[in-house]
């Protein structure tokens, strides 16, 4: 099913249509909209429900089948066409222009955005450029990063992997926890606010990921797989695990509706030093979801802050239009001043 423009439709369709094996009734416009989610109802303006019950042999002739029930969809989609308070979500990331590694994590900003009557904006924050060797190197991007994020109504840390723009992201979460600024870090995410956590708050200036510095003297982010630390290959602890909330009235096991459980997907090989969680526990850093063993952080949170948030799960992955993920939704009411709603 092509796209065209909405003036090349008839033309279009004809020319299609003489092709083997096609009729006009099996061919569907999807013109150019607004946004993506009229493109259902232009599905069901030309009738393509049906088309598709004929060319399947489900349809039962002298039953007509029930219109396809769109009312929601139809009430998000000229919603989102006039949203116009805007919210802005800083994405500190490895940013290479290449926005679709990002999909998820943008799909689930605007899930949770249109059902907050907010118009999304993402700021692009390449996390190299907050770096102070940026300032040196090169300073008009290092002017541009900290100006977006600091102009930001909240940031967010999303996953990956090796050391490159680590710092920036630590200096990114550092500036959320300092200025409360709302933050939701993933995977990744949380792991460098806890290393931040540690160096700026408990003093440990030697706090690392073993991913970043093997060798490192205070390792608060350590290798945990989920089978053998020698074998090599499928390491990766993926998939869907249940997170227990570990208190009811944290801002997370609220936003889920104070579940005492939620089954999130994961994917990554390192976790919170679980020997070291008392230490950071004193130190007013709550672990807030652990797993079923209690030795595997799942959600952070810092009580004292307007929004600080960090799982090692990826929320993102379950959000639907109309079916926010929590998470996200506590991201953008913190950010657009509606989380006491
Ligand atoms: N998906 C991620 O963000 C992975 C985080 C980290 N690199 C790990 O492997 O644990």
Redesign the pocket.
Same mark, same amino acid.
């Given at each position: 099913m092509p796209q065209y423009s909405a003036t090349g439709r008839k033309c279009e369709t004809e020319t299609l249509a003489v092709l083997p094996s096609s009729g006009v009734s099996n061919i569907v416009n999807l013109h150019d909209v607004t946004n993506i989610w009229h493109i259902p109802l232009l599905l069901r303006d030309q009738r393509a429900h049906e088309a598709i019950l004929k060319v399947l042999g489900l349809w039962c002739v002298g039953k007509v089948p029930q219109e396809p029930k769109l009312s929601e969809w139809t009430e998000r989609a000229s919603r989102f066409d006039k949203l116009k308070s805007p919210v802005r979500i800083a994405m500190v990331g490895k940013y290479t222009g290449i926005s679709d590694s990002y999909l998820s994590i943008l799909k689930a900003l605007l899930h949770a955005s249109v059902a907050l009557d907010r118009k999304l904006v993402v700021d692009w924050v390449p996390s190299c450029d907050l770096e102070d060797s940026a300032a040196v190197e090169t300073p008009d991007a290092y002017e541009k990063a900290w100006g977006l994020l600091k102009g930001a109504n909240g940031v967010l840390v999303? #996953? #990956?992997? #090796?050391d490159r723009g680590v710092q920036g992201k630590i200096l990114a979460a550092k500036h959320a926890r300092e200025n409360n600024v709302p933050y939701l870090g993933?995977?990744?995410?949380m792991?460098i606010a806890v290393i931040e956590y540690a160096r700026s708050v408990m003093k440990l200036r030697d706090a690392n990921?073993t991913?970043f510095d093997p060798a490192a003297k205070t390792p608060c982010?350590i290798f945990m797989p989920e089978g053998s630390k020698t074998h090599m290959g499928a390491t990766?602890?993926l998939g869907s695990r249940r997170t227990f909330f570990q208190v009811n009235n944290c801002k997370s096991a609220k936003l889920y509706a104070n579940a005492n459980y939620v089954d999130e997907r994961h994917?990554?090989?390192?976790?919170v030093n679980p020997d070291m969680v008392s230490e950071f526990e004193k130190a007013g850093l709550s672990f807030v979801g652990r797993d079923e063993s209690g030795r595997r952080m799942e959600i952070i949170e810092l009580p004292t802050h307007k929004f600080f948030v960090g799982t090692?799960f990826?929320p993102e992955f379950n959000s639907r239009p109309g079916k926010p993920s929590p998470l996200f939704l506590g991201l953008i009411a913190a950010s657009s001043g509606q989380l006491e709603h």
């Open positions: 999303p #996953g #990956g992997f #090796g993933i995977c990744l995410g792991q990921s991913e982010v990766m602890r994917r990554h090989r390192y976790e090692q990826h």
